[in-house]
């Protein structure tokens, strides 16, 4: 069974406007983390925002939030706004415990086009 | 910026050749981390480290094998190259701050097998 879910291999949004992409998961460890990457064209991963299982509020950096829906196993990544710069790969990710520490799993990636 | 580089940037080898990819970083973080990266695929962990010589697999570990004898350096070697191992290789570092434990990651290596 897949462990990161992202169901939407493409996305188109107007410059502008807001955007959700979608993640759902599936753990059993009560203590895990939920993160968000940006993978450019130009081909690194770029850190965007974290979400802790224990963490009351969504998460928020600027113009991304992650809408956190803990009892339906969903962290949707918002991006409000968005901009022609925001056109890339974006990838969900889990953190949960494995023997020695921590281990981290990534959904395939929704690939985001801004229209101007 | 992490301070996390990898070499080589590229390569391209051909099948049955050992190939060892360098993660090298500045700021002494415990955790250590190989992904390969595959379209459909996300990344994939290839195996991890939790401390110098304190190596573990990940879900896709055969055909390669990895070494930590120092805190900033992280080897990854293909002991016998085949086509399907090639990928972009991305390198990654985590410390346990605050209990988010964010992984950053290096700028990848493009590996051919040809």
């Known amino acids: 069974a897949q462990k990161i879910t992202q169901t939407q291999p493409g996305m188109f949004v107007q410059e502008k406007e807001a955007v959700t992409l979608d993640c759902t998961y599936d753990?059993?460890?009560?203590?895990?983390?939920l993160f968000w990457y940006k993978q450019p064209s130009s081909g690194e991963m770029i850190f965007l925002i974290y979400?802790?299982?224990?963490?009351?509020q969504n998460a928020t950096e600027g113009r991304y939030s992650l809408n956190f829906q803990k009892a339906r196993k969903s962290a949707n990544l918002v991006i409000s706004a968005s901009q022609l710069g925001d056109s890339a790969m974006y990838f969900c990710?889990?953190?949960?415990?494995?023997?020695?520490?921590?281990?981290?799993?990534f959904g395939a990636g929704t690939r985001l086009f801004v229209k101007a | 910026d992490a301070g996390i580089t990898q070499s080589p940037r590229h390569k391209v080898t051909e099948t049955g050749t050992p190939v060892t990819l360098r993660c090298h970083q500045t700021?002494?973080?415990?955790?250590m981390y190989w992904y390969r990266q595959d379209p459909g695929h996300g990344l994939r962990l290839i195996h991890y480290?939790?401390?110098?010589?304190?190596?573990d697999k990940g879900e896709v570990s055969d055909g390669y094998s990895v070494s930590r004898s120092k805190t900033e350096d992280f080897l990854l070697t293909l002991e016998s190259a085949t086509s399907s191992q090639t990928s972009v290789y991305f390198c990654?570092?985590?410390?346990?701050?605050?209990?988010?434990?964010?992984?950053?990651f290096g700028p990848g290596t493009r590996l051919t097998v040809l």
């Open positions: 979400q802790g299982s224990y963490d009351q």
């Open positions: 700021e002494n973080h415990r955790y």
């Open positions: 990710a889990m953190r949960e415990r494995n023997t020695g520490g921590f281990k981290t799993i």
């Open positions: 480290s939790y401390g110098v010589k304190d190596t």
């Open positions: 753990t059993s460890d009560p203590s895990y983390g």
């Open positions: 990654a570092i985590s410390e346990l701050a605050g209990g988010t434990d964010t992984q950053y």
